[in-house]
């Protein structure tokens, strides 16, 4: 199975700050790499696929970049509903895997 | 937009099975060029891929559970099922029931590639006595 390691796990922020979470596949993916934001008691959402396509309707204040084995989600300017867990998937391979979170705080 | 929501028992005792549906609304499981997924997130770790159904009832499994997992498709209902038998307490969690994105294909090699697009809001399945 394709490990995802994801980087930082929990992160510390302020609103307006510039925030990039990292995700490394143990082998090469190409671009097929998700981004979700999970919040409590609702729907995981995608915001980001293909490492830098993003989902109709996401602020572009977030954005995707990568290829092969190491990506990033960075998100420009944060807001107060920025504030949540953020997860990486490959959707190279089966089973698809995801990285293990990073909550932003 | 599509919506899916989860239902069946949140208690389950060992050695039982776990039997869980995903109703969908706003699109059709036997028309949709998609594939409906289950996912689910136990206490302390990562989500984890189960497995997926297309409409034409294929189905693909981690392997780790493909002796335990079922998924299935009813199309009279526009739900699809989820069934783990012989559960312990390593099965409690968040289980979640997804919709694929529709393919998009590598330019190299044509392979058709599909993330996950729409997530239930999960339910919870705890496995005690």
């Known amino acids: 199975d394709i490990q995802m390691t994801q980087s930082p796990s929990t992160l510390s922020a302020s609103v307006g700050d510039r925030v990039t979470i990292t995700c490394r596949a143990s082998e090469e993916i190409s671009s097929w790499l998700a981004w979700y934001q999970a919040k409590p008691g609702k729907a995981p959402k995608v915001l980001i696929y293909k490492a830098s396509t993003l989902k109709n309707g996401v602020p572009s204040r977030f954005s995707g970049s990568g290829s092969g084995a190491e990506f990033t989600l960075t998100i420009s300017s944060l807001q107060p509903d920025d504030f949540a867990t953020y997860f990486c998937q490959q959707y190279h391979s089966y089973p698809y895997t995801f990285g293990q979170g990073t909550k932003l705080e | 937009q599509v919506e899916l929501q989860e239902s069946g028992p949140g208690l389950v005792k060992p050695s039982e099975t776990l039997s869980l549906t995903c109703a969908v609304s706003?699109?059709?499981?036997?028309?949709?060029?998609?594939?409906w997924s289950w996912i689910r997130q136990s206490p302390g770790r990562r989500l984890e891929w189960i497995g997926e159904i297309f409409r034409n009832h294929s189905t693909n499994y981690k392997s780790s559970l493909k002796s335990r997992a079922t998924i299935s498709l009813d199309s009279s209902k526009n739900q699809f099922s989820l069934k783990l038998t012989s559960v312990t307490a390593a099965d409690t969690a968040v289980y979640y029931c997804?919709?694929?994105?529709?393919?998009?294909?590598?330019?190299?090699?044509?392979?058709?590639?599909?993330?996950?697009?729409?997530w239930g809001k999960g339910t919870t399945v705890t496995v005690s006595s």
């Open positions: 997804a919709r694929t994105s529709v393919p998009y294909y590598d330019v190299l090699t044509g392979d058709p590639y599909y993330y996950i697009s729409v």
């Open positions: 706003f699109d059709s499981i036997s028309s949709s060029f998609t594939w």
